[in-house]
């Protein structure tokens, strides 16, 4: 996020509870090939502020 300014605006303006749904799931992954492809998954999400389960709410 410190060399993507947007992605950090947009992530700081999702709520406390989606940040920390996008950081449980990333952090939950084992391997770092993992880790990178959910952080690859998720970026357009934020931007788009849209949180990782809101189609199922």
């Given at each position: 996020?410190?060399?993507?300014?947007?992605l950090k605006?947009?992530?700081?303006?999702?709520?406390?509870?989606?940040?920390?749904?996008?950081?449980?799931?990333?952090?939950?992954?084992?391997?770092?090939?993992?880790?990178?492809?959910?952080?690859?998954?998720?970026?357009?999400?934020?931007?788009?502020?849209?949180?990782?389960?809101?189609?199922?709410?």
């Open positions: 996020m410190d060399q993507n300014p947007v605006e947009a992530f700081q303006k999702l709520s406390p509870y989606k940040q920390y749904e996008f950081l449980e799931y990333i952090e939950s992954a084992k391997q770092e090939k993992t880790k990178i492809s959910r952080i690859e998954k998720v970026i357009p999400m934020i931007l788009g502020n849209v949180g990782l389960n809101d189609k199922y709410r």
